[in-house]
T-cell receptor, first 119, second 109 residues
Framework: GAVVSQHPSRVICKSGTSVKIECRSL??????MFWYRQFPKQSLMLMAT?????????EQGVEKDKFLINHASLTLSTLTVTSAHPEDSSFYIC???????????????FGPGTRLTVT | DAKTTQPPSMDCAEGRAANLPCNHS???????VYWYRQIHSQGPQYIIH???NNETNEMASLIITEDRKSSTLILPHATLRDTAVYYC??????????FGKGTRLHILP
């Protein structure tokens, strides 16, 4: 099946700094990617939908100025956590769907996740 | 909000079949039932999906009731590596996936 990668897998940053997380579709083009956040012992919470060439759509309660999303190409979406604080420490996961597939096939493909720790 | 309800946790003995139930009473006619699992600190992994008919692949079987209001994921011979959180999802394919709380499956040696 298709593969989605994320970089970095782990990052530690100091409070007040910004961190960029990359999500790549490795063998297919993804016009739409999704970003999730997951706190310990909790489920994945959808943060935003990233659309290639247009603005991202954010879920209710997610600050768009804090979580900047850029989907500059059909294989890359980036999530930048600006002015990070300890409460932003979380597991960030992206996903993408291969729209070439006529049916829904494997659904969406999920990246391996990025563990962000803000000190 | 998620359109599915699952028990928060289940235990299964190693080598036995694990049967994970899911209720999705408000499923629409064009929505599929998908199952994913998430092993600790990894991204979700696709398991299986179905619309109306029962499905089987190398990982699992999916049994969907005739009224489509519930389904069961069956792992035929559970191993310790099947310990994970299992998510049942209803998805029409054209929009975002919303995760419920899932079932934490413990495989007991």
């Amino acid at each position: 099946g298709a593969v989605v990668s994320q970089h970095p897998s782990r990052v530690i940053c100091k409070s007040g700094t910004s961190v960029k997380i990359e999500c790549r579709s490795l063998d297919f083009q993804a016009t739409t990617m999704f970003w999730y956040r997951q706190f310990p012992k909790q489920s994945l919470m959808l943060m935003a939908t990233s659309n290639e060439g247009s603005k991202a759509t954010y879920e209710q309660g997610v600050e768009k100025d804090k979580f900047l999303i850029n989907h500059a190409s059909l294989t890359l979406s980036t999530l930048t956590v600006t002015s990070a604080h300890p409460e932003d420490s979380s597991f960030y996961i992206c996903s993408a769907r291969d729209y070439r597939l006529a049916g829904f096939e494997d659904g969406q493909y999920f990246g391996p996740g990025t563990r962000l720790t803000v000190t | 909000d998620a359109k599915t309800t699952q028990p928060p946790s289940m235990d299964c003995a190693e080598g036995r079949a694990a049967n994970l139930p899911c209720n999705h009473s408000t499923i629409s006619g064009n929505e599929y039932v998908y199952w994913y699992r998430q092993i600790h600190s990894q991204g979700p992994q696709y398991i299986i999906h179905g619309l109306k008919n029962n499905e089987t692949n190398e990982m699992a079987s999916l049994i969907i009731t005739e009224d489509r209001k519930s389904s069961t994921l069956i792992l035929p011979h559970a191993t310790l590596r099947d310990t994970a959180v299992y998510y049942c999802i209803v998805w029409g394919g054209d929009d975002k996936i919303i995760f419920g709380k899932g079932t934490r499956l413990h495989i007991l040696p």
